[in-house]
């Protein structure tokens, strides 16, 4: 899988939007960008994920530059209860058993102030 | 949430000894994965599973088993701790959506400490 660069830690101040950028300059045709974050103490959490398209949901937005190489997160409104660990992922296609593994890197550690 | 428990949430075990961590599922999802988590180095997968008796190596796989005899279980064990083991370990289980298109729930992580 193709490696990513992320910023090791951004500030947001609450009610803000908090834009996280992932560089994936290599990443192949047939890979996606995955996007998960980890709060203190718990199991990773799954936000979104994308091919090609900008994707929504009712957590955050995923932009994809037309190229490629690299994205952006955003969640629109941060709150307190976002800070966290967020991970991009880029992840290939299945292999012959029709499975994916994740690879995590060390992510971007956001902190929302008050 | 996704129904996927892990047991136990801690433990400290002697360096020597044989250790199994449990993970089940209520999902019914394919794929199985343990991941351990240590400061500085993110999560790093140790084994996965594609299906009963299906399981294959991560990338920090030395030291460890794991062994599904069932869709809902997927076992971890350390045949003999050693102090470098003591780490969070996570299981995460996903089914493929489509082609390509996995997603992953994890749970609440399995504290062990080695002495």
């Known amino acids: 899988d193709a490696k990513t660069t992320q910023p090791p830690s951004m500030d947001c101040a609450e009610g803000r939007a908090a834009n996280l950028p992932c560089n994936h300059s290599?990443?192949?045709?047939?890979?996606?960008v995955y996007w998960y974050r980890q709060i203190h103490s718990q199991g990773p959490q799954y936000i979104i994920h994308g091919l090609k398209n900008n994707e929504t949901n009712e957590m955050a937005s995923l932009i994809i530059t037309e190229d490629r190489k690299s994205s952006t997160l955003i969640l629109p409104h941060a709150t307190l209860r976002d800070t966290a660990v967020y991970y991009c992922i880029v992840r290939a296609l299945g292999g012959p058993s029709g499975y994916s593994t994740l690879t995590f890197g060390k992510g971007t550690m956001l902190l929302v102030s008050p | 949430d996704a129904g996927i428990t892990q047991s136990p949430r801690h433990k400290v075990t002697e360096t020597g000894t044989p250790v199994t961590l449990r993970c089940h599922q209520t999902?019914?999802?394919?794929?199985m994965y343990w991941y351990r988590q240590d400061p500085g180095h993110g999560l790093r997968l140790i084994h996965y599973s594609y299906g009963v008796k299906d399981t294959d190596k991560g990338e920090v796989s030395d030291g460890y088993s794991v062994s599904r005899s069932k869709t809902e279980d997927f076992l971890l064990t350390l045949e003999s701790a050693t102090s470098s083991q003591t780490s969070v370990y996570f299981c995460?289980?996903?089914?493929?959506?489509?082609?390509?298109?996995?997603?992953?729930?994890f749970g609440q992580g399995t504290r062990l400490t080695v002495v």
């Open positions: 290599t990443i192949s045709g047939n890979e996606y």
């Open positions: 999902e019914n999802h394919r794929y």
């Open positions: 995460a289980i996903s089914e493929q959506l489509q082609k390509g298109y996995t997603e992953a729930f």
